[in-house]
C-alpha cells in the first residue's frame, strides 16, 4: 500500500507564502496524476491543483489561479504546492492524493490519500 505523506502546513499571516511537500512511500506505484485537495471547516472537500505523473499539464481551482504553483520534483519523487498571497479562506486541511486513472479534479477518481496537513492563515 503506498504511503503519502505531507508536510509544510503551518499558521501564516495573510498575503504570506508557504510551501506544502508531498512524499510517496514508492517512486513507481502507477499514478499517472497527483494533486492536491483541502477542507476547509464546515465545508466539503474540494479541488486545489493536480498535475499529471511528469510535471506536463496542470489544472487549478480558480480560487487559487495565479496565487498556488503544483510541480512535482521527478528526481526527488517529492510534489510540491507553492501558494502565495494567502487569504483567510485558504484555511483548510490540505490533503496529497494520487490517481492511476488520469489527470482530473474529481477526488472521486483517486486512489491514495495522505493524512493531511493543516494550514491556517490568520492575523
Known amino acids: 500500500q503506498v504511503q503519502l505523506v505531507e508536510s509544510g502546513g503551518g499558521l501564516v499571516q495573510p498575503g504570506s507564502s508557504l510551501r506544502l511537500s508531498c512524499t510517496p512511500s514508492?517512486?513507481?506505484?502507477?499514478?499517472?496524476?497527483m494533486g492536491w485537495f483541502r477542507r476547509a471547516p464546515g465545508k466539503e472537500r474540494e479541488f486545489v491543483a493536480i498535475?499529471?505523473?511528469?510535471?506536463?499539464?496542470?489544472i487549478y481551482a480558480d480560487s487559487v489561479k495565479g496565487r498556488f504553483i503544483i510541480s512535482r520534483d521527478n528526481a526527488k519523487n517529492i510534489l510540491y504546492l507553492q501558494m502565495g498571497y494567502l487569504l483567510p479562506e485558504d484555511t483548510a486541511v490540505y490533503y496529497c492524493?494520487?490517481?492511476?486513472?488520469?489527470?482530473?479534479?474529481?477526488?472521486?477518481?483517486?486512489?491514495?490519500w495522505g493524512q493531511g496537513t493543516q494550514v491556517t492563515v490568520s492575523s
Open positions: 492524493a494520487a490517481s492511476t486513472t488520469g489527470s482530473t479534479s474529481n477526488a472521486n477518481t483517486y486512489d491514495y
Open positions: 514508492s517512486r513507481a506505484f502507477g499514478a499517472r496524476a
Open positions: 498535475t499529471t505523473w511528469l510535471g506536463t499539464s496542470s
